[in-house]
């Protein structure tokens, strides 16, 4: 697994409910990242889609993911 604490590096294209939508709406499901809040406040992981618990939303890049690579973020 490769996490780093940095702002997400790529821009979001689109962003949805489900991953479903998201496939729907023309994207590989390794374009997709799932957005989850983080142990404090303020504090979001970004990573591949197929997390659930504490899932805020999914976005999409135009960038795949490798299925191991985590962003923290700390949105104060």
Same mark, same amino acid.
């Given at each position: ?18 991953? =479903?939508? $998201?496939?729907?709406? +023309?994207? $590989?499901?390794? =374009?997709?990242?799932? %957005?989850?809040? +983080? @142990?404090? @406040?303020? %504090?979001? %992981?970004? +990573?591949? !889609? ?9 976005? !999409?890049? !135009?960038?795949?993911?490798? +299925? ?9």
């Amino acid at each position: 697994m490769k996490y780093h604490v940095t702002e997400f590096p790529f821009e979001e294209l689109g962003r949805f409910d489900t991953l =479903q939508d $998201a496939l729907d709406d +023309g994207f $590989a499901e390794s =374009q997709v990242w799932s %957005v989850v809040e +983080g @142990d404090d @406040d303020n %504090v979001f %992981v970004i +990573g591949p !889609a197929h997390h659930y618990v504490n899932r805020l939303h999914l976005i !999409a890049t !135009a960038e795949h993911h490798d +299925g191991e690579t985590y962003y923290e973020e700390n949105w104060n």
